[in-house]
T-cell receptor, first 113, second 118 residues
Framework: GEDVEQSLFLSVREGDSSVINCTYT??????LYWYKQEPGAGLQLLTYIFSNMDMKQDQRLTVLLNKKDKHLSLRIADTQTGDSAIYFC?????????????FGKGTKLSVKP | DTEVTQTPKHLVMGMTNKKSLKCEQHMGHRAMYWYKQKAKKPPELMFVYSYEKLSINESVPSRFSPECPNSSLLNLHLHALQPEDSALYLC?????????????????FGPGTRLTVL
């Protein structure tokens, strides 16, 4: 079945760039998403990328997609303490997910002042 | 209004109680979802409603009973829960799940209800 993998933890200093990586297995994935979850809160969609794109930039966020390797990354420039949260990679597509979101386990980002 | 609201924020219940979780959105979305999220885990899909009809039930035990009384509201009725059902229950909504746009699924999440079963 479909699987989405992420590293569990990332620690950076304030002002540095953060890069969170994700790999997925479903080759029919058509959309890939990054969601942010702060403690005790719901999930907030940060950005998404369509599978025929290889890069998308939105202010401090840059998403890179390597479709051949099924690898997705989220780069946060000038990381702030308010960026500390869990970041979930997710995919949806016409394949086994039937359009539902398949989430990775989440990467906990800690930003040190 | 781009918000999904959920009530209550916190709920503590005994194993013999009956309670309900509520979710509301006014974005005109016709797909609504219930997820269960345990600590340090990703959300797990429980139910999907599309145009007020249950379209997906991910083998959820019958002690969880969803209801979609209209296009803006989604309820989750709880009865005879177990302590292992304690979790954050998240509601989400998205535009219609018509076959033509099935693959793009931007979901808007509510803040969740933190449920503790004693």
């Amino acid at each position: 079945g479909e699987d989405v993998e992420q590293s569990l933890f990332l620690s950076v200093r304030e002002g540095d760039s953060s890069v969170i990586n994700c790999t997925y297995t479903d080759s029919s994935s058509t959309y890939l998403y990054w969601y942010k979850q702060e403690p005790g809160a719901g999930l907030q969609l940060l950005t998404y990328i369509f599978s025929n794109m290889d890069m998308k930039q939105d202010q401090r966020l840059t998403v890179l997609l390597n479709k051949k390797d099924k690898h997705l990354s989220l780069r946060i420039a000038d990381t702030q303490t308010g960026d500390s949260a869990i970041y979930f990679c997710a995919e949806s597509g016409y394949g086994g997910s039937q359009g539902n979101l398949i989430f990775g386990k989440g990467t906990k980002l800690s930003v040190k002042p | 209004d781009t918000e999904v609201t959920q009530t209550p924020k916190h709920l503590v219940m005994g194993m013999t109680n009956k309670k309900s979780l509520k979710c509301e959105q006014h974005m005109g979305h016709r797909a609504m979802y219930w997820y269960k999220q345990k600590a340090k885990k990703p959300p797990e899909l429980m139910f999907v409603y599309s145009y007020e009809k249950l379209s997906i039930n991910e083998s959820v035990p019958s002690r969880f009973s969803p209801e979609c009384p209209n296009s803006s509201l989604l309820n989750l009725h709880l009865h005879a829960l177990q302590p292992e059902d304690s979790a954050l229950y998240l509601c989400a909504s998205s535009q219609s799940r018509a076959l033509t746009n099935l693959s793009y699924n931007e979901q808007f999440f509510g803040p969740g209800t933190r449920l503790t079963v004693l």
